[in-house]
């Protein structure tokens, strides 16, 4: 008895054990010790269960089913065994799938060891896709791989094993081959012997980084050139922009600045401009209102010299010179009614008592030769008494002998037309027919000889020509009008052309 | 590791794979599996020694 419970003690042991390993997914290692368990003591169901368990975890459910379905042979009740056939076997489904997968399993074995490499390879992949934790499975894919040479394949595979076997000890061989042609086995040796070369730290010790290497002489300048450039880009692109933006809206801004002061010059300039503009204007006005007063006839002030010499001409009994001087007088321009009385005065005594003087004045003048003096008093004389035909003789015969042909028929045709009655009117038409011998209508009154169209401009054109022989002979005015016609004396007595009005 | 267990001899290697037991031959497995344990053995030499 006590052999008995000697052998049940190292039995236990090894359970045990086997559990610790298969809690560590040491699953080789916990079968091995499961197995020698169960060769001291075929009845340890918990032995037996747990090594069933770790063949379904492995893979082989066949296997585990062979240890549960024994199990359950040994110990009907109470059994863990028979809660895993119930999630196994006794659902056909599952089980069916299971068959298969082992089936395809063996067959590709069949395969690969007779040579059928390829189609083996095909299988195992659908095994394990079926199956993940079938170790056997992806032990012989990891093979077929490493002898194709297709380390990384068998590497996965490998992994997948070692996850669920940490020691599986044909997985540990394939992957350190793997390791080795992959180079990673000379990685790894490496970080150990760096990971077991440490040592304790001391003062002085510095920690230089892995990365660190010396620079050689070349090296430096290639840093420092790095350096410069690196530098010189972060100028380029990151100073550099920011400092010309600020400069440029610095740049805007002042341009903003002399634009507006531009702006400003500008409208000051166009303001000075037209200030002289209106400076000037006013300066031309000033000017002409200054040489109209000056110098013009109509000014006030030689109104007012005229009045003077009018009054200078009365005190010494000349009438002559005022009525001479009365051809520019116009009394109206005075504003002082003092002078302006006197003015009118003088005015009209010269018109009442200085016409004679005038007309005798205007034939003076003509027959001295001196034609546009002569012309000025007969207009004054005009001025005075509008209805004068003898007047308008005078004239029209004076523009005769200067060539002036078109006032001289102006003249003529005036007396035909609106003094027909007169003396004067007979001599008129003889001087129309002269100038105008075509023209049958110089003696219908009321018409004018300048109305008569073409005809007569022809007429006016031939005596044109004795026009201007008039003018060749201005500097003899008076013989050659004598020639032609000799000038109207003027009247004795004003009165009678008055009655003749 | 030597060289020598760095190479693997394929031929070699793939029959040391065993086909996997296979579900109808659960029953035949086990009833040919031997049960025998220590206490079994012991007795058995304990009945010799007895004859």
């Not at chain 1, 189609?119 to 791989?145: D, G, I, M, S, W």
């Not at chain 1, 009365?314 to 520019?328: F, H, K, P, Q």
Request: glycine share 4%; charged share 25%; hydrophobic share 35%.
């Amino acid at each position: 008895m006590d052999q008995r419970n000697r052998i049940r003690l190292v039995s236990n042991s090894l359970y045990n054990a086997g559990l610790e390993r298969a809690q560590r997914r040491d699953l080789t290692g916990a079968v091995q010790c499961l197995k020698k368990c169960l060769n001291l003591n075929k009845y340890h169901i918990d032995a037996r269960n747990l090594l069933g368990l770790i063949y379904y975890e492995m893979g082989e459910v066949s296997e585990a089913l062979v240890q549960w379905v024994i199990s359950m042979n040994f110990q009907e009740r109470d059994n863990r065994a028979d809660y895993y056939l119930e999630q196994v076997q006794r659902k056909q489904d599952r089980l069916d799938q299971v068959s298969q997968n082992i089936k395809k399993y063996n067959q590709a074995l069949f395969q690969a060891q007779n040579g059928s490499d390829d189609l083996a390879v095909l299988q195992l992949t659908r095994v394990v896709e079926a199956n993940p934790r079938f170790v056997k499975a992806h032990l012989l894919l990891a093979l077929l791989y490493i002898s194709h040479e297709d380390y990384t394949k068998a590497g996965k595979s490998l992994y997948k094993v070692l996850k669920i076997d940490k020691n599986n000890p044909k997985a540990s061989w394939y992957m350190s081959i793997v390791k080795t042609r992959t180079g990673k086995a000379e990685i790894e040796r490496r970080k150990i012997k760096n990971a077991f070369s440490h040592r304790q730290m001391q003062d002085d010790d510095v920690i230089i980084p892995p990365s660190y290497k010396e620079n050689t002489g070349w090296q430096s300048v290639l840093n420092i050139g790095a350096g410069l450039l690196l530098g010189a880009a972060v100028i380029f692109f990151l100073v550099m922009p920011a400092s010309i933006k600020r400069l440029n809206n610095e740049h805007t801004q002042e341009l903003l600045q002399y634009n507006e002061q531009i702006n400003q010059k500008n409208e000051e300039i166009a303001t000075l401009n037209d200030t002289i503009e209106t400076y000037k204007s006013d300066t031309e006005e000033a000017e002409a209102q200054l040489d109209m007063l000056l110098n013009s006839n109509d000014s006030v002030l030689n109104q007012y010299a005229i009045l003077v010499k009018m009054l200078q001409a009365y005190r010494s009994d000349n009438l002559t010179e005022a009525v001479s001087l009365y051809a520019g007088f116009d009394p109206s321009l005075f504003t002082d009614e003092t002078v302006l009385s006197i003015a009118n005065g003088i005015k009209q005594d010269i018109e009442t008592n200085g016409y004679q003087t005038l007309e005798d004045l205007a034939y003076t003048m003509w027959s001295a030769g001196r034609m546009s003096e002569a012309l000025n008093y007969y207009q004054t004389c005009l001025s005075i008494r509008p209805a004068n035909p003898k007047v308008l003789f005078n004239m029209g015969m004076i523009y005769r002998s200067q060539g002036q042909t078109d006032q001289a028929i102006e003249m003529f045709t005036q007396i035909v037309t609106q003094y027909a009655d007169s003396e004067q009117a007979e001599k008129a038409r003889e001087q129309l027919a002269q100038l105008v011998p075509d023209n049958q209508q110089a003696a219908v009154p009321g018409q004018s000889i300048l109305n008569q169209g073409q005809p007569a401009e022809e007429g006016q054109d031939s005596s044109a020509g004795t026009a201007e022989t008039g003018a060749q002979t201005e500097s003899e005015p008076a013989a050659s009008a004598e020639t032609e016609s000799q000038p109207e004396e003027p009247e004795s007595q004003p009165e009678e052309q008055e009655t003749q009005e | 590791m030597s060289d020598e267990g760095l190479n693997i001899n394929f031929e070699e290697e793939i029959d040391h794979f065993k086909p996997s037991l296979e579900v109808e031959e659960i029953g035949e497995a086990i009833v040919k599996s031997d049960l025998t344990d220590m206490s079994d053995i012991m007795m058995e030499i304990l009945k010799r020694i007895k004859e």
